[in-house]
């Protein structure tokens, strides 16, 4: 949940990536992408895109998973560099979700976790996230029926979720759903988000099918990827623009 934050923006890339060092963020990194991991089923080899990547935990991750081509994105031109210094095996690429660099069904699967609550259209990012898709797109988002919203979201005018976009699951599954997508799944994790041993009990009984967990994860299927052919390789046509702003994200 600390991924695409506001505030993040404002820290050192350096800064950033230690907080998924430290134990509450490990933690909390580590359940967020079991999840994500899991729905998605990808697949040894698979292509998969990472929008708004930040400093690249979930790139790194997805990429050590699936020893497949793994493509990170971002808009923090910054934040890119650190990522392409500290981990050169994904492919590291500034831009925005907005307008993706990649040709048509480029990737096996695409995410998106927590950016797109910081993006003032989403239902533009997640259009482009299908465009680029020939398989199954996950949106990580901040859930709104969560004892997190309650302690950090309700009402927060500063701090690190100044801004964000909170979704209850209901919502989550709608924008998804009128946009196309198949076959959609929504589950929660971090249901106590301190970190300690008592979250880390309840974590371990709470199902992810109860929706209150603070994290919101959503995947489905792009309409008709089981029988779409493969689009060429991302590698074709990246974009090599590095943006010196967010440009609304």
């Given at each position: 949940m600390g991924r695409g934050v506001r505030m993040?923006?404002?820290?050192?890339?350096?800064?950033?990536?230690?907080?998924?060092?430290?134990?509450?963020?490990?933690?909390?990194?580590q359940r967020e992408f079991a999840l994500l991991r899991d729905l998605l089923d990808i697949r040894d080899g698979e292509e998969l895109l990472d929008v708004g990547c930040g400093t690249g935990y979930f790139t790194g991750s997805?990429?050590?998973?699936?020893?497949?081509?793994?493509?990170?994105?971002?808009?923090?031109?910054?934040?890119?560099?650190?990522?392409?210094?500290?981990?050169?095996?994904?492919?590291?690429?500034?831009?925005?979700?907005?307008?993706?660099?990649?040709?048509?069904?480029?990737?096996?699967?695409?995410?998106?976790?927590t950016s797109l609550c910081f993006i003032k259209d989403e239902r533009i990012a997640v259009r482009e996230m299908m465009r680029v898709t020939r398989g199954r797109i996950a949106l990580g988002l901040l859930n709104r029926n969560s004892l997190l919203w309650r302690e950090k979201g309700r009402g927060a005018d500063s701090?690190?979720?100044?801004?964000?976009?909170?979704?209850?699951?209901?919502?989550?599954?709608?924008?998804?759903?009128?946009?196309?997508?198949?076959?959609?799944?929504?589950?929660?994790?971090?249901?106590?988000?301190?970190?300690?041993?008592?979250?880390?009990?309840?974590?371990?009984?709470?199902?992810?099918?109860?929706?209150?967990?603070?994290?919101?994860?959503?995947v489905g299927d792009v309409s008709g990827s089981p029988g779409q052919a493969s689009g060429p390789s991302f590698r074709q046509g990246l974009g090599h623009a590095e943006p010196h702003d967010d440009r609304g994200q």
């Open positions: 993040a923006q404002q820290r050192s890339p350096e800064a950033y990536a230690e907080w998924y060092r430290r134990p509450r963020g490990a933690w909390i990194g997805f990429a050590e998973a699936i020893g497949g081509p793994v493509v990170g994105l971002d808009p923090n031109v910054a934040w890119v560099r650190y990522a392409r210094r500290t981990n050169p095996g994904p492919v590291w690429v500034a831009g925005i979700a907005q307008a993706l660099p990649f040709a048509d069904r480029s990737f096996d699967a695409t995410v998106a976790v701090g690190s979720y100044a801004g964000a976009r909170w979704h209850t699951p209901g919502e989550a599954r709608d924008l998804v759903t009128d946009l196309g997508l198949t076959n959609v799944r929504v589950r929660t994790a971090v249901f106590h988000p301190s970190g300690g041993r008592a979250s880390r009990a309840i974590e371990r009984l709470v199902p992810a099918r109860l929706p209150l967990g603070a994290f919101l994860a959503v």
